[in-house]
């Protein structure tokens, strides 16, 4: 018999075995972030987890996935390659759709709860 799955807690707070890296298309500052992956599913294709960095400019471009984000704290803009700006601060959620191309601009600090969805594998 398999067993139920169980509900998952995204942990928010306790950040201290998240992982380090920074953005592969840095455009300006020197960003640094930190994900804490909570869930993962259909062999990788889903996964959910919290996500912080610092201040900076990087470039972002949604291939291969849909990312829904939900704003905990801080703040950022999102800029749309037309040059539409998106801003965005605790309490504020919205979808970067597959193929979504453009740039996060972060004066201090955000942090934000994630799901992506793979649409290629």
């Not at 942990?11 to 993962?40: C, M, V, W």
Request: charged share 20%; hydrophobic share 35%; net charge negative.
């Amino acid at each position: 018999m398999t067993a139920a799955p169980k509900l998952v807690r995204i942990e928010t707070q306790d950040l201290t075995h998240a992982k380090h890296g920074q953005p592969n298309r840095p455009i300006r500052g020197n960003t640094t972030y930190q994900t804490l992956e909570s869930f993962s599913a259909q062999h990788g294709q889903l996964s959910s987890g919290v996500w912080e960095a610092t201040a900076g400019v990087f470039r972002s471009h949604c291939a291969g996935y849909v990312e829904f984000c939900h704003i905990l704290e801080g703040s950022c803009r999102i800029v749309d390659l037309d040059g539409t700006t998106h801003l965005f601060g605790a309490g504020d959620s919205f979808v970067l759709p597959e193929g979504f191309a453009g740039h996060w601009e972060v004066d201090e600090r955000v942090k934000k709860v994630f799901f992506i969805a793979q649409t290629q594998r």
